[in-house]
Nanobody
């Protein structure tokens, strides 16, 4: 059973930056992918970033150019760097991991079977 522990988060003013760290209990390698999700109050959970098993990353348009997924050289932990934060980025954030079933992880969902606890990110005006 892979455990994911998420750290970071907090409150920041609009335009500020935060970094989240996602540490896995086992090394992520082979066909495994990492995804980042968030859920704002009264909104559905949203997957906004994916790191493929080969290290490539994809993002939804609303965070592209502001958020960046990376990993330590030892491949653990994974990081989410958030810059130019906006009030609409306020949400509970999660990281998730799982094995690629086919194609690219960013093309479908359902492979995310291991989840971290959530951490709150609040961006004020």
């Amino acid at each position: 059973q892979v455990r994911l522990v998420l750290s970071g988060g907090g409150s920041v003013q609009s335009g500020g930056s935060l970094r989240l760290s996602c540490t896995t209990s086992e090394f992520i390698y082979g066909n495994d992918c990492i995804a980042w999700f968030r859920q704002a109050p009264e909104k559905e959970r949203e997957r906004f970033g994916v790191m493929e098993s080969n290290g490539t990353t994809t993002y939804i348009d609303s965070v592209k150019g502001r958020f960046s997924i990376s990993q330590d050289i030892s491949k653990n932990p994974f990081y989410l760097e958030m810059t130019s934060l906006k009030p609409e980025d306020t949400a509970m954030y999660f990281c998730a991991a799982g094995s690629r079933l086919w194609g690219r992880c960013s093309d479908y969902s359902g492979w995310e079977i291991y989840w971290s606890q959530g951490t709150q990110v609040t961006v004020s005006t």
